[in-house]
């Protein structure tokens, strides 16, 4: 399904906070004065003078060896075309935030009013010292290819203009894998190209040499087939001229096995792909409008491979496939340039990933029950954890094999392990979460919906298919909130729990809830009336089933959101206690701390259940728990009963659960030290890894621990999760921004798959 985005949020998201996507943050102490004096004056003349003696301990004592510049003059933006360099600079900052968050790279963006070729080359070859590597970026042809040849031959650093080559790179893998599946012989195919520009030349040159024939491609420009006869050819069109008469499109397409779009939309018909030979590979990437839609391709031909710019479609050209890993694999050999070897290395990087199995979070990201090599996938998908170590692995292998490496890597083992751990998985926790609630969206009910950041919250996950909206409050009040706002949540249900027409239902649910709750304090009057609350008729819907979730408490305090769902949908079967969890998003991965929320000292039992509740919902998110026990002590240096209770709560997990990892009694600073612990406590089921869940011994340390995470640390709570309800019911945090509303609605979803 594409992706809605509605351009007042897209404004939002650029605005909010501090403007832009990208900072500049210290990697080192700077809180002392010998701190300051060691970063700047008098201690940064050491390094400078070490630099100035040996120029490549720059790379040892500057962040150069981690930094590309991303370079544009924004004569070539996206789809907008010549915007300027001011225009581009969003942009720009985007392809930096994917080279963080995809190979961990640092950007500056660069964007240069420089629109003449040889003031572009002087002032990038004046930027040399400051990076590891160069971008280049949304330049329009035929400039950038004279502006790339001259930077690479005058400069010693990595540099690709990403609009060439990235396209290249990742069409070529494709392509490989669709002549594989149709068993043709690239050598022999009959290729036409529309479109003559930098990727369509670039493309043309990577199929050459991946051996494709120069006499059996057939290139279109804006003024027709490139043939000899043509006075108005460059350089680089003329190297695919063909000595023959001028025809036209739909004439060349006639018998051809592959079609390369790189040109413009809906320029192909349907006739033009059954006039090709048998089992015709398409790639029309033209974006946002293909060349020919997919399903227009689909429907012409059964046997056709198609690909396109698209990610609501099968087998998408991304060149986010590319560009990260590429440089990773540079940067990390110290290479002095990408050449034609580290391309192709690329290519067959790849190209072999994607004939590998898939792992299931790839499955859960694009709403796929088994992806697996075929005509529907011939190239990887950009969630796929593995192209980071296959990519820049293969490429920084290609730069030694072909002497542009001058830092050659010696432990390959140890290489990978670092690619591995250069990414931390904060936010796959969530990408897993929201795709996996996308692959079957939920009935969610919204307990406040006269409130603008639900109505906002469940338009987003209306427009992105994560749930169903049921919208709880007075019906003229909500509506004329969407409109003031303007909302477009379409035909949405709302319900208005203390109108006349909800009297009905009032009194049955009073009912239902009068059977459950008769002896526990109310009468059937009271059962009714209270009915009339947004939160007891939200919890009765999900009760049920007239919704999967439940999801209140943006204004309400805690208690008064718990007491409901406890009320009436009740506890899991063989569960004692209800506990609260939350998931804390650090740079250095996803922890789970319990219980944070309600049990505020939880005998032996209710810490079982506090536990195995929250192994189990780890289970849910494909992450395999590493539990720490909390205490004040380790392993048996106190003796109090509230370190004794923790320890035995570790044995009888043991005995219950085997395959679970879990320690402790420990105190957190040495559960997350390996070095103190194999040094002191190599017995540990947590030496060989970090603890990924923190279970905390009463409610005060984990709600300290959880809130001095979040405001000191600079670490993001999702939650709290409640653990233990015998259905999908769940209380924000009072004053919970939109997006944190909307991941909770995904976590709600995906409970709700579980328990339905």
Not at 263 to 277: D, R, Y
Request: glycine share 6%.
């Amino acid at each position: 399904m594409a992706q809605l985005i509605r351009k007042e949020d897209a404004l939002e998201y650029h605005e909010k906070g501090r403007p832009g996507k990208i900072e500049v943050v210290p990697t080192k102490e700077t809180k002392t004065q010998r701190d300051l004096a060691l970063a700047y004056s008098p201690g940064v003349a050491v390094p400078c003078m070490e630099i100035h003696n040996n120029p490549d301990d720059v790379y040892r004592y500057t962040a150069k060896g981690n930094l590309v510049a991303v370079i544009s003059n924004g004569t070539a933006v996206l789809g907008l075309g010549d915007i300027g360099p001011l225009a581009s600079k969003p942009v720009m900052e985007g392809k930096g935030l994917l080279f963080k968050i995809y190979a961990d790279i640092d950007v500056f963006d660069i964007e240069l009013n420089a629109r003449d070729i040889d003031h572009f080359v002087q002032v990038v070859k004046a930027l040399e010292p400051t990076f590891g590597g160069i971008n280049l970026e949304d330049i329009k042809a035929p400039e950038c290819f004279e502006i790339e040849t001259r930077l690479k031959k005058e400069l010693s650093i990595p540099i690709m203009h990403d609009d060439q080559h990235g396209t290249a790179i990742i069409s070529g893998a494709a392509l490989l894998n669709a002549l594989s599946i149709v068993n043709k012989k690239i050598d022999k195919v009959k290729f036409v190209i529309s479109g003559a520009g930098a990727s369509a030349i670039s493309c043309c040159k990577i199929y050459l040499a991946l051996g494709a024939k120069v006499e059996h491609m057939y290139m279109f420009d804006s003024k027709g087939l490139v043939v000899k006869s043509r006075t108005d050819l460059d350089e680089h069109k003329q190297e695919f001229a063909q000595d023959m008469k001028q025809v036209d499109l739909d004439e060349a397409m006639k018998g051809a096995d592959v079609f390369i779009g790189l040109s413009k939309g809906n320029i192909v018909s349907q006739e033009m792909v059954k006039s090709m030979a048998k089992k015709p590979i398409v790639f029309a990437l033209a974006n946002p409008d293909p060349e020919i839609t997919y399903d227009d391709a689909i429907a012409a031909r059964q046997d056709v491979i198609m690909a396109t710019g698209r990610s609501d479609y099968p087998n998408q050209v991304n060149n986010v496939l590319g560009f990260p890993y590429i440089f990773r694999g540079a940067l990390d050999v110290r290479a002095g340039s990408i050449n034609e070897e580290m391309k192709l290395a690329a290519v067959k990087a790849l190209a072999a990933l994607a004939k590998e199995p898939v792992p299931e979070i790839v499955n859960v990201a694009y709403n796929n029950v088994s992806l697996k090599f075929g005509p529907t996938y011939i190239i990887p998908k950009p969630m796929d954890p593995r192209l980071l170590v296959r990519v820049s692995t293969a490429v920084a292998k290609a730069a030694m094999d072909s002497g542009v490496a001058k830092k050659p890597i010696t432990d390959w083992v140890a290489y990978e392990s670092e690619l591995y751990k250069r990414l931390g998985s904060d936010d796959n926790i969530l990408r897993y979460i929201t795709n996996k609630a996308k692959q079957n969206p939920k009935r969610v009910v919204f307990a406040e919906a006269e409130n603008i950041k639900i109505l906002k919250a469940a338009q987003i996950a209306k427009d992105d298919g994560i749930a169903i909206p049921i919208l709880l409050g007075n019906e003229a009040r909500i509506r004329a909130m969407i409109e003031e706002n303007h909302l477009d949540l379409g035909e949405v249900e709302i319900v208005d729990p203390q109108s006349d027409h909800a009297e009905k239902k009032r009194c049955d649910y009073g009912e239902i809830f009068f059977e459950k709750r008769q002896r526990r304090g109310y009468n059937l009057y009271e059962a009714k009336k209270i009915m009339r609350e947004r939160t007891y008729y939200g919890c009765m819907m999900v009760n049920s089933g007239e919704a999967d979730a439940m999801i209140s408490g943006l204004t309400r305090k805690y208690p008064d959101t718990i007491r409901p769902a406890l009320e009436i949908i009740g506890m899991q079967e063989g569960v004692k206690r209800v506990a609260g969890m939350y998931i804390m998003l650090t740079k250095k991965g996803p922890l789970f701390f319990a219980d944070t929320t309600l049990n505020f000292f939880p005998t032996e039992d209710e810490l079982t259940d506090i536990t195995l509740l929250t192994a189990d919902v780890l289970d849910h998110f494909n992450i395999k728990p590493r539990i720490a026990m909390l205490s004040y002590s380790n392993f048996g240096s106190n003796t109090s009963p509230e370190a004794e209770k923790v320890r035995n709560v570790v044995a009888r997990i043991k005995g219950m659960r085997p395959e679970l990892v879990i320690d402790g009694e420990v105190q957190v600073g040495v559960a997350f030290n390996k070095e103190l612990l194999k040094e002191n406590y190599p017995f540990s089921d947590l030496v060989n890894g970090s603890p990924n869940v923190l279970i905390f011994p009463n409610l005060a340390a984990g709600n300290i621990a959880y809130h001095l995470l979040q405001e000191v640390g600079g670490a993001e709570a999702v939650g709290p999760i409640l653990l233990g309800l015998r259905k999908s019911v769940y209380v924000l945090q009072l004053g919970s921004s939109v997006r944190q509303i909307v991941n909770m609605i995904a976590l709600a979803v995906v409970e709700a798959q579980v328990k339905g």
